[in-house]
Nanobody, 121 residues
Framework: VQLQASGGGLVQNGDSLRLACVVSGRTFDRDVMGWFRQAPGKEREFVARIRWLGDWVYYAEAVKGRFTISADNTKNTVYLQMNSLKSEDTALYHC???????????????WGQGTQVTVSS
């Protein structure tokens, strides 16, 4: 299984971005797709997750109400719509695949290379 994340960039406070994660290889409807982020000097932290079925949607408190995760299993792509971006959202964003319902990074078996999001104030 391979994941390719894209859509990052340099934006200003209050702007929006949409990240995409294209998944190739064999996955299952019950697999969980997660978005995580890692800022310099910090641990990787959970952002949002969803199943290919479109359920089990869950967000970190820091992004709830601003970010929206969605999955299009016809395109094997998971999206993260990020609105009202803040400087504290600056990080390298990764997508991952897990076979269990979890927000723990260690439980995700496959990862993409990440896409950088930088929000300037």
């Amino acid at each position: 299984v391979q994941l390719q994340a894209s859509g990052g960039g340099l934006v200003q406070n209050g702007d929006s971005l949409r990240l995409a994660c294209v998944v190739s290889g064999r996955t299952f409807d019950r697999d969980v797709m997660g978005w995580f982020r890692q800022a310099p000097g910090k641990e990787r932290e959970f952002v949002a997750r969803i199943r290919w079925l479109g359920d089990w949607v869950y967000y970190a408190e820091a992004v709830k109400g601003r970010f929206t995760i969605s999955a299009d299993n016809t395109k094997n792509t998971v999206y993260l719509q990020m609105n009202s971006l803040k400087s504290e959202d600056t990080a390298l964003y990764h997508c991952g695949v897990a076979t269990v319902n979890t927000i723990r990074p260690k439980m995700y078996r496959y990862w993409g290379q990440g896409t950088q999001v930088t929000v300037s104030s």
